[in-house]
């Protein structure tokens, strides 16, 4: 059974195509000069895309945890212990959160579809948070010592431009 497809034509998308789930259907982002035919040709593309990796971003919360701890040892000296990390589907205009006070870290939905380097990535930075709770030097010190930091916020700057959303990539 083929999910439900949501496509979204943008005059500012010139060639990429690009397509994610949220609350049970996909979304596929075309290029506003698309013909149909195209379109269709795309979204077979793209669900097709999707079927193959349906587990990409998609860990449970104790694989989610499993990897921050893991990702906390490798690059900030395990020092950030989350209490909990978790997956939400409420967040409108950020990738992630993180409540410090708590030790809980969300990350939206969105990311699920998103190479896992460019996961891996948002959670070096919620994690960053637990050490260092504002956007100062010694947080991204901490951040920067992720080798693909640079590589993540340009893609999430370029999918966030593409949708026509105003994500902050920075939170």
Same mark, same amino acid.
């Given at each position: 059974m083929k999910p439900e497809v949501e496509v979204?034509?943008?005059? @500012?998308?010139?060639?990429?195509?690009?397509?994610? @789930?949220?609350?049970?259907?996909v979304i596929v982002m075309?290029? !506003?000069?698309?013909?149909?035919?195209?379109?269709?040709?795309w979204v077979d593309a793209m669900l097709s895309k999707l079927e193959r990796s349906p587990a990409?971003? @998609?860990?449970?919360? !104790?694989q989610l945890m499993k990897r921050a701890a893991?990702?906390?040892k490798e690059y900030l000296n395990n020092q950030a212990?989350?209490?909990?990390?978790?997956?939400?589907?409420?967040?409108?205009?950020?990738?992630?959160?993180?409540?410090?006070?708590?030790?809980?870290?969300?990350?939206?939905?969105r990311l699920q579809s998103m190479p896992v380097w460019v996961i891996d990535y948002v959670l070096v930075h919620?994690? !960053?948070h637990l050490l260092e709770p504002s956007h100062n030097k010694r947080f991204w010190h901490w951040v920067d010592k992720?080798?693909?930091?640079?590589?993540?916020?340009?893609?999430?700057?370029?999918? !966030?431009?593409?949708a026509n959303l105003e994500l902050d990539t920075c939170d």
């Open positions: 979204r034509r943008s005059a @500012r998308r010139t060639r990429t195509v690009s397509a994610y @789930r949220k609350d049970g259907k075309i290029p !506003a000069r698309f013909t149909r035919a195209e379109e269709t040709e990409r971003g @998609r860990q449970t919360e !104790a893991e990702l906390s212990r989350p209490s909990s990390v978790r997956w939400v589907d409420n967040m409108t205009t950020r990738w992630a959160s993180c409540t410090t006070g708590e030790g809980t870290i969300r990350l939206s939905d919620e994690l !960053a992720f080798p693909k930091a640079e590589r993540a916020k340009g893609y999430l700057e370029g999918v !966030a431009s593409a």
